[in-house]
């Protein structure tokens, strides 16, 4: 058995939650509606419906990563403000597939 330090075992945690929350969330992007989860306070997850998006939002602004869909993109960017009044947003539009980016999606 190997043994895990506690920076292992929280980064465990992390990851399972993590994966918890995308499964969570993911089952309520059904439709065009954007549900979102905190995964700690600077942290959020998005689901859309053409994939979900990952953001770290702080005082400087908001990094996304994801595949945000272009109708989710007027909802994403309110809760942004509500958490941030840096009006600077990072997206990296990452899809697996082309058509699912819908171009820039909006941003």
Known sequence: MIALGKPAHRHIRVLLGLALALTVVFASAADNRVGVT???PNLLVFATSSGNVVA???PDGA???GTPSAASTQA???I???RTKSPF???VI???D???SEGDAGW
């Open 63 to 65: 990094f996304l990563v």
């Open 80 to 82: 942004l403000a509500s």
């Open 76 to 78: 994403i960017s309110k």
């Open 98 to 100: 082309l058509d699912h």
């Open 89 to 91: 947003r990072y997206v």
């Open 56 to 58: 770290s939002v702080g």
């Open 94 to 96: 990452a899809p697996q």
């Open 38 to 40: 905190e995964l700690a």
